[in-house]
């Protein structure tokens, strides 16, 4: 869903925050090869991800492995050029015994997801967020074409990331 405000002083006591660097390494046919750099308080973690897009529009994990910061460092110098940097904050919490992740995009753009289950298959959108549209069919949401249209931004610029030593 994209979600227009937010009323953070209700959503932060339910809620865990990390930040989430994202690059995408490689794309290509239905493959996206991407690493991800999840700081939560002073806990850093990196990971590696693979996924394939299905023909639904859906994303399926092939592979995914935790990685150390020089493999991630080693990993970033080969990055896709067509890309730009993800950089968000993530809110994920439990509503009405579903579980929610809001993504806060660096340049204000907010996403909620909620995973729905068999179980609990009705949405209840919480109260505290307001809800624009769901986009959930809309490709342009996706991580990855955020990631492009923000390089197109840039109008042909070398990208800075600031994960990179110089």
Do not use: C, W
Request: charged share 35%.
């Amino acid at each position: 869903f994209l979600v227009e405000k937010v009323d953070f002083e209700e959503l932060m006591p339910m809620s865990t925050k990390v930040d989430i660097t994202q690059d995408y390494i490689k794309v290509e046919n239905d493959y996206e090869y991407r690493v991800r750099k999840i700081t939560q308080d002073n806990n850093v973690s990196y990971h590696f991800n693979v996924q394939k897009r299905e023909n639904n529009g859906t994303r399926k994990v092939i592979s995914e492995r935790t990685l150390d910061e020089r493999s991630y460092e080693a990993l970033l110098i080969h990055d896709e050029d067509l890309y730009e940097t993800v950089n968000k904050s993530r809110y994920s919490f439990v509503y009405a015994d579903q579980y929610y992740k809001l993504d806060v995009f660096d340049d204000g753009l907010m996403l909620l997801e909620v995973n729905v289950t068999k179980e609990n298959p009705e949405i209840t959108l919480p109260k505290f967020i307001n809800i624009i549209e769901e986009v959930t069919d809309n490709y342009e949401y996706s991580n990855i074409a955020i990631a492009r249209r923000r390089k197109k931004t840039t109008y042909g610029k070398r990208k800075i990331n600031s994960n990179r030593r110089n």
